[in-house]
């Protein structure tokens, strides 16, 4: 806080000369601004246009270079004959498949149980194989069941099905046992007709079932046996089933290659930045403040999201990629949405509690709270899939109606914050509004100055809500849209272009704040100079100002906003 004495012969400058005064021209000629202050306007606006290119050069790597994000593969189950319970793994094609029937209204089904047919599944289809680039991959099942008035699904009914996975690299070993378990599936059909005689045989209408995730796809080749195992209580009233389908997802090879490339880039690009700005920091006579922690911060965030440890997973079998990535990205949204409190807090012109994170333990605490929420229920779910990929929290009533209880908490936290955000972020904007209007008492080159600064100031938060904007738009976009869009002999794939382009959005945004928050070089001017430009900057008329005590911040903006504040 800057306390000052002043007596004048004549006329001051107005309310807001006479508050800012000397004593804060003699703060910034003690210390030196940000970058954002120092640079001149035609290299922000180099800077700007350089920006801008590598976000429209992100786009263009995913909608041009990238292929479609995942494929999804549809196989119709093979129903393997396996009399008696037999042990062994049973593959639907090959030099070894197994005995199978291609419908239950063959002869020799008439002969068999329920429990001697298993499904088999073998991915990838003939003549191809998978490959650690794939990532991961998920599975959905989508039974045929067809009705018959003694043999209709009833209601709220679930499914038993004893599942297992083996794989094998080459097509001549023998299979190996992955994971085994039984799980249980809810069932949820609808028969769009009256159920009645003149309809059976038609087919139910059901919502996929999931099936597995597996966060690893280390292996070229992986067999699946499906039993639905029958006795008094189990799998009574499912219906009659006349084939399963398994939907198999995984991430394209190619755009994982696309994905890592541009990690590969930002990762050193945004480390040395966020490397570079502390040193910066380091370098001034001050402790940093709280908003310079907050951008230092993100920058770390920034950085620990960008580790490209793709690399690493496609020569070790890691399941728990997955589960890092949902780690990562939570971790630098938390820190985003707790940077954007303290950017608009920090700059009130009403707030008086500055630099003291406390200040913003409403805001901080919802961000933390729904981010807990988030991670309990990401760990309840792709957590145990690191031993039993065939786990559903939506499998059982109570997971799913605890999930969808974080899920909704979890939402409410981000709106009241968004809201908190909103009225900050109209508070900011309605107090440099109304500073604007006292400018005209003051001279005119340090008008000039104050204009300058506050429209840059105003500028970085629009940006700030263009790329919250955009990140909704463009999701908006991806869901609505066909995948692709065509424009002569060019494709666009538009959701890869989303992802590309988000996630280089991110990254230009955070290097540009750590950037234009930097310290500035422009330190080392002489006293001199200084000397000059003050007596340009005051009043022809006799002042006396004697300086008691001095705030110290990053920008010129943050102590103009807090001597207002403390006085």
Known sequence: ?????????????????????????????NMSGAIIENMSTKKLVFLFFFILLLQVLSIMVG???????TSAIRYLATKCINRHGACGWLVPWGSNRCQQIHSFDEPLAKTLYANDIVFAVHVPLPNAEMSP????????LQFDIAFKVINHIEDDVLITIDAGLAYRDDLTSEWTTKFHSVEQRPLRCIFAVPKTYENEGRFYHCDPVPFMELGSVAHKYFLINLRLPVNDTVNVGIGEIKDIHVVGIHQNGGFTKVWVSMKTVFSPWILVATVWYWHRISLTARPPVLLEKAIFALGVSMTLLNVPAEWLSLGFEWTWMLLLEDAQQGAFYSTLFCFWVIFCGEHLMDQSQRNRLSAYWWQVGLVMFGSSLLLVFDLSDRGVHLTNPFYSVWASDIGMKLA????????VSVCLYFLSLCGMVRCVFRNIGGKMQQLPAMPK????????????????????LACAAMTVVFFMLNQVSAGHWHWGDYMFQVHS???TGIYGMWNLYVFTIIFLYAPSHKHGRKKSGNSQQTEVLETPESQETQQTCGEQGPTETYRITGKVADE
Request: net charge positive.
């Open 404 to 411: 969808i209880t974080f899920i909704i908490m979890a939402g």
């Open 133 to 140: 680039w794939f990532q991961y991959m998920l599975a959905v």
């Open 1 to 29: 806080m800057c306390v000052s004495r002043q007596t004048s012969s004549s006329g001051g400058l107005g309310l807001l000369g006479t508050r800012l005064g000397t004593s804060l021209l003699q703060i910034l000629s």
């Open 445 to 464: 080159a340090r008008r000039l100055r104050y204009k300058g600064i506050i429209f840059r100031f105003k500028f970085l938060m629009l940006v700030t």
């Open 63 to 69: 909608a041009l270079i990238a292929p479609s994000p």
């Open 497 to 499: 272009a989303f992802l």
